[in-house]
């Protein structure tokens, strides 16, 4: 999606276009800088794989011949993407400092993590079905893993945490099969596997609420730039609430912890830092409206909608998303994305201890009311790292 910016059609007509063209006109418009992807596939580090790779060239080797990264590089090729490839064996507590070493080395500008299929940090053969919600983000390992990745991210770059609900048109079955009684395989001819047939809507829509803050911002670059794809859509709903109501108590308020006597000692400077965010990010929307992409291939729809109570506000995201994504069941799947830190809503200022094993506290308050209510679409949780901390200039904002 953020590779094909172009159809065939236009590039053949620009190839066609070039070619008439003089060497001196051609060397004055540059090409831009292709998207660069690099893939990085953890294993686990056993005493097993200690010894094969004892025998053999160790991860170098494991990089060339492991089928998963191929597999990665094929698809990325056949998309026009430029690629890279490449196993690390280390153990899992190494996980998260591995990639985002990685990520430095390669000086990535976001680094982006899915959500395990399954819910673990290993790789388990036996498993034939996915888990239900309740079960997959109950690992405390690998919620130590995502939580740990995204305090490393901060200093490093934008980072994402990828929750796959069939992106690509591949339904995930989310209840245990059910055994029925079936003949021997002896009396019976052996069972072929329908074939998948293509998906004849390629397209996605994507939602994007937009409360306001660092993660917010870097959310809507992102969001934007998908966008250019002439296969997206995009929804970005500006939801905003009373100023009045930023401290109301409820579900959503601010949970204390062993940061909570600093926070108080700071409320007066971090509601003056609150009231700053908003400030600048309605002048970054105001600008988005003043100066829309002209890039933007699929479309974009800008919407903004008043809660009552900031308490409100992630259950209205919720039902804004339901409205927005799932309504093109045969696409290739809808997605909505998030930032993943709201002071407003009740997000914490900084992670404390013993958070890695709250769901809310990892993907925030809005993030995890969508995966635990179950919206009908893939979610992606944005965190600015980085460059991406940087708060933009909106009397300069062209989104180009």
């Not at 939580?147 to 796959?164: P, S």
Request: charged share 20%.
């Amino acid at each position: 999606m953020l590779g094909a910016e172009t159809s065939p059609e236009a590039v053949k007509a620009e190839a066609t276009d070039v070619s008439a063209e003089t060497t001196t006109t051609t060397e004055a418009q540059p090409k831009k800088r292709p998207l660069e992807v690099h893939g990085l596939r953890l294993i686990e580090l056993s005493d097993r794989t200690s010894s094969v790779m004892h025998v053999t060239e160790g991860e170098e080797y494991y990089s060339k011949h492991d089928p998963v990264v191929n597999a990665f590089r094929m698809f990325s090729q056949l998309n026009d993407v430029a690629v890279s490839g490449r196993v690390s064996v280390v153990p899992v507590s190494s996980y998260s400092e591995t990639l985002m070493s990685h990520a430095a080395e390669v000086s990535s500008d976001f680094a982006l993590i899915p959500w395990s299929e399954y819910g673990n940090m290993t790789e388990d053969q036996q498993m034939q079905f996915a888990m239900s919600p309740s079960e997959r983000f109950k690992s405390g390992m690998h919620l130590e893993f995502v939580h740990d990745a995204l305090q490393r991210a901060v200093k490093t770059c934008n980072a994402g945490i990828f929750i796959d609900n069939g992106l690509g048109g591949i339904s995930k079955a989310t209840a245990r099969p059910r055994m029925n009684r079936t003949r021997s395989a002896t009396s019976t001819p052996s069972y072929h596997e329908p074939p998948t047939l293509p998906v004849s809507d390629k397209s996605h829509h994507v939602f994007f609420p937009f409360f306001g803050g660092a993660d917010d911002r870097a959310a809507l670059g992102f969001v934007l730039q998908l966008a250019k794809s002439p296969l997206v859509t995009l929804t970005i709903t500006h939801v905003s609430w009373a100023e009045e109501d930023d401290h109301d108590e409820g579900d959503n308020a601010v949970v204390e912890s062993s940061t909570a006597a600093a926070t108080r000692r700071n409320s007066a400077t971090m509601g003056k830092h609150i009231e700053a965010v908003t400030a600048q990010d309605l002048a970054l929307l105001a600008a988005l409206r003043s100066y829309p992409p002209q890039e933007l291939a699929g479309g974009l729809i800008f919407d903004e909608v008043v809660v009552s109570t900031s308490r409100a506000a992630a259950d209205e995201a919720f039902a804004l998303a339901q409205a927005a994504v799932g309504k093109s069941p045969r696409n290739a799947g809808d997605i909505v994305v998030l930032g993943r830190r709201h002071l407003q809503l009740g997000d914490p200022a900084g992670e404390g201890r013993g958070g890695s094993g709250d769901l809310g506290r990892i993907l925030g308050v809005a993030a995890e009311r969508m995966v635990a209510k179950g919206v009908d679409a893939s979610v992606l949780v944005i965190q600015a790292g980085g460059a991406g901390l940087d708060m933009p200039n909106p009397d300069k904002v062209r989104f180009e």
